[in-house]
């Protein structure tokens, strides 16, 4: 068994959302034109059009889209959080945030829970106050 080496972290990526979804759709273009290539060459289809057009795409590499993808997940997951804390404020239940979601309540506030703990540990306390992401934390849900 090998032994894995720790990699450098990737540096910050400070493209805006839409920069990064413009990687993410060019990157599936491409891979839909390479689809559509290869079954048009198993058909005996002419390609020439699918070569031309998969040719005036940007060049986008698989690390550079899954980059991308991983900056896109981020700032999802922190803007979500951010709108827990809005439906919380504006009265909503931790039944009706979870259903949202897609998830139970219990999972809703653990989810919400540990992005506040993560805040907490990962901010200068004198420089951010947690109190009013607390303050819609409320009380843990019952079953």
């Given amino acids: 068994m090998g032994r894995e080496t720790r990699q450098?972290?990737?540096?910050?990526?400070?493209?805006?959302?839409?920069?990064?979804?413009?990687?993410?759709?060019?990157?599936?273009?491409?891979?839909?034109?390479?689809?559509?290539?290869?079954?048009?060459?198993?058909?005996?289809?002419?390609?020439?059009?699918?070569?031309?057009?998969?040719a005036d795409l940007p060049g986008?590499?698989?690390?550079?889209?899954?980059?991308?993808?991983?900056r896109v997940v981020d700032l999802l997951t922190g803007a979500r959080w951010h709108m827990m804390r809005q439906a919380r404020e504006e009265g909503s239940s931790w039944s009706q945030v979870g259903s949202a979601l897609g998830m139970s309540k219990q999972a809703a506030y653990d989810f919400y829970r540990r992005?506040?703990?993560?805040?907490?540990?990962?901010?200068?306390?004198?420089?951010?106050?947690?109190e009013r992401s607390r303050a819609a934390l409320g009380t843990k849900p019952t079953n």
């Fill in 8 to 54: 450098p972290p990737e540096p910050a990526d400070y493209r805006s959302l839409d920069e990064l979804l413009d990687v993410l759709r060019v990157s599936d273009q491409r891979e839909l034109y390479e689809r559509g290539i290869e079954q048009a060459n198993e058909a005996g289809h002419p390609v020439a059009v699918l070569v031309t057009a998969l």
């Fill in 115 to 130: 992005k506040l703990d993560l805040q907490d540990e990962s901010t200068d306390p004198e420089t951010h106050s947690s």
């Fill in 60 to 70: 986008v590499t698989g690390l550079e889209a899954l980059r991308a993808s991983r």
